[in-house]
């Protein structure tokens, strides 16, 4: 049978304080286990949680970013559960009145924009980490680590708009551009500073009630979201088409494994036994503030998009890979502004820079070359002082050195020959010797005349202006 | 609405509380008798009135973000049962 998948995405994100969520213990990730815990986030008796001003800042700002309405008033509740992670045995969160409702955002998927809603943004405490000698299953006991305990995060739930895992990646990475853009959260998926579980469910073609869902755990990277989609999506019109029936689970996508297991079957619905948390007080939230907000917000990247497209003619692709991350339409904007041609820098920066930052590993805030930098070269490579090929190679350079362009090219004597008389001899040297290269070309193999450009390239280094080469060698065989 | 042993069974695993064979059948009893009060409670007509989020009439206490010191690790686990290696040593969580 045909299926249409529904999916839906719940993401939290730590958000970028200095202090905790109720606390003023460091957030800082990577700490000694705990060292960063206070009598408050480990829950002892008698203490009194205050909410840190930021957060609540960080998820209006979050909230308007998204398209929410923020509602003007708004509360904890306590969620109840037993697991060690939890000193409290309950997490601080928000239940039936979150800080911000309603809101959506576009995704562009084959071409084609699509609207996700975004059911609800809430403030909450992260808990702690755990550390299983081995695996969960076989481990004698556990230890707790509880320096993550009451870093302030924010969940955001979307609805259940998503049709294909394709498109639950998009999501994914618009949203992590938006929340870096506003500066919320430094996002890293591979520090736990952005988690993603994911609700699935099938339903036959044309149906419009929701089959029974399994939610998905685990998925730690943009690749995992859509490879764990993609494979419970499969399973789970396997268990159907074979006339069984979804069970309502937790399963985790093992990436190792290549595929989702069980966790643990809900077998009493959720009961946290939510109240509301009589030792934090409700915020009212002025509109006045909230407006404030609002104008402080940055340029959002499908604004920005639109904006590199309309001012620098790149196209929608190019426009949406530079914005994707708010580092990266910084740096080119930062190239354009020192000079650089808009098209040449968005060339460079997606080709030879991004491929040397992939290699090394880096983010572009590390990069070696800064944006002026860029920019004096491909200033060299318009004005023909560099071919584009000798531009690479002091790109190179660069990137290793940190040297300047015009430094290089001096140094390592790059400049392009452009002088006629010059590369007249070198033509006429190379033609000399390579008889049979010209009679063959003459018999009509194109292939020929690379050859004999490849040899005066040999000659000067590669220095050569490629089209007075091509030029001269035409004009004399 | 009525309370059952069922639902005092449940109440008592998700609080993890152990309790006795007359246990159940004492607390059924008293939890229906609480229940009954409310329904009393219930006949009052609150169409109209906000739900009570919080009991004093205070709104938006916050502090500024600023990290403080935390506490020295040996105070942090001093209570602790078990730890191990400057962690919280606790039983394994899955059964079986």
Known sequence: ?477 | MKITRKDVEQVALLSRLELGENDVEKFTGQLNAILDYIDVLNKVDTSGVEPTAHVLPVKNVMRADEARPSLPRELALANAPEQEDGYFKVPKILEG
């Open chain 1, 1 to 477: 049978m045909e299926y249409e998948v529904v999916i839906g995405l719940e993401v939290h994100t730590e958000l970028k304080t200095a202090s905790k969520i109720f606390c003023g213990c460091s957030t800082s990730f990577g700490a000694e286990q705990n060292t960063n815990v206070c009598p408050v986030c480990l829950g002892l008796p008698g203490v009194l949680p205050v909410l840190n001003a930021k957060v609540l800042e960080f998820a209006v700002r979050t909230g308007l970013a998204l398209n929410c309405r923020i509602l003007p008033f708004s509360k904890f509740d306590r969620k109840n559960y037993y697991y060690p992670d939890l000193p409290k045995n309950f997490q601080t969160s928000q239940y039936d009145l979150p800080i911000a409702v309603d809101g959506h955002l576009d995704v562009e998927v084959a071409g084609e924009t699509k609207r996700i809603g975004i059911t609800r943004v809430h403030m909450e405490e992260d808990a702690g980490k755990l550390v299983h000698a081995g695996t969960i299953a076989k481990a004698d006991y556990t230890l707790v680590d509880y320096n993550r305990t009451g870093v302030p995060l924010l969940e955001i739930v979307s609805e259940p708009d998503i049709r294909s895992a394709e498109e639950a990646k998009a999501y994914l990475e618009k949203l992590k551009a938006i929340l870096q853009y506003i500066d919320v959260s430094d996002c890293k998926m591979e520090e736990g500073s952005l988690r993603c579980d994911a609700n699935i469910s099938l339903r036959p073609k044309g149906e419009t009630k929701l089959g029974t869902k399994a939610e998905i755990k685990n998925l730690n990277s943009f690749k995992a979201v859509q490879k764990g989609l993609e494979y419970e999506a499969l399973r789970q019109a396997e268990v159907l088409d074979e006339g069984g029936r979804i069970v309502q689970e937790t399963r985790s996508w093992d990436d190792a494994r290549g595929q989702t297991v069980s966790l643990r079957s809900k077998e009493q619905a959720h009961d946290y036994r939510y109240f509301p948390e009589p030792d934090l007080v409700p915020m009212v939230v002025d509109s006045t503030w909230v407006e404030d907000i609002r104008r402080s917000l940055p340029e959002l990247p499908d604004a920005r998009q639109a904006r590199l497209m309309k001012e620098y003619g790149l196209s929608g692709y190019d426009a949406g890979v530079i914005t994707a991350s708010r580092a990266m339409a910084d740096f080119f904007d930062a190239t354009v502004a020192a000079g650089a041609d808009a098209k040449a820098a968005a060339n460079w920066i997606m080709g030879e820079l991004s491929r040397h930052l992939n290699a090394a590993g880096r983010e572009i805030e590390e990069c070696p070359v800064a944006p002026g930098q860029l920019a004096a070269l491909i200033d060299l490579q318009a004005k023909g002082t560099v071919s584009g090929k000798i531009a690479k190679t002091v790109f190179e350079e660069m990137w290793a050195s940190g040297k300047d362009a015009a430094v290089i090219v001096k140094e390592q004597g790059l400049v392009q020959i452009s002088d006629e008389g010059e590369v007249v001899a070198i033509v006429e040297k190379v033609i000399a010797a390579n008889p049979q290269s010209v009679a063959d070309f003459k018999a009509g193999k194109e292939r020929a005349l690379g050859f004999l450009v490849g040899q005066i390239m040999k000659e000067t280094k590669g220095r050569a202006n490629p089209e007075l080469v091509n030029k001269l060698l035409r004009e004399r065989i």
